[in-house]
């Protein structure tokens, strides 16, 4: 992740939270065993999104982007997401 996201994110206290659990689902099981230690998700998956959402495998995330899937997620996550059904 670029350092414009994290500034992006941390100017917006509203995705803080949803920002950390997509953080964490998406670091590889047992990230800390292996190197370099940090809980960055697959880079085959990465290459793969990069490549379906930019047309390029070596793109780099737009930071509008991330902020808008994560403002989706919180959206999403809190039920009131317009396609989602609401919580019984």
Excluded: K
């Excluded at 994110?9 to 997509?22: F, N, S, T």
């Excluded at 964490?24 to 047992?30: D, E, G, I, M, S």
């Excluded at 085959?44 to 070596?58: I, P």
């Excluded at 509008?64 to 919580?87: A, I, K, M, Q, Y």
């Amino acid at each position: 992740m670029t350092v414009a996201v994290v500034l992006a994110v941390l100017g917006r206290p509203r995705l803080w939270r949803v920002a950390l659990v997509q953080a964490r689902r998406l670091a590889p099981r047992r990230w800390w065993t292996r190197a370099p230690f940090l809980p960055l998700p697959d880079r085959a998956w990465l290459r793969f999104r990069m490549e379906t959402q930019y047309g390029d495998a070596g793109a780099r995330p737009d930071v509008e982007d991330v902020v808008t899937w994560l403002e989706w997620c919180r959206d999403f996550g809190s039920g009131t997401h317009p396609n989602r059904p609401p919580r019984r």
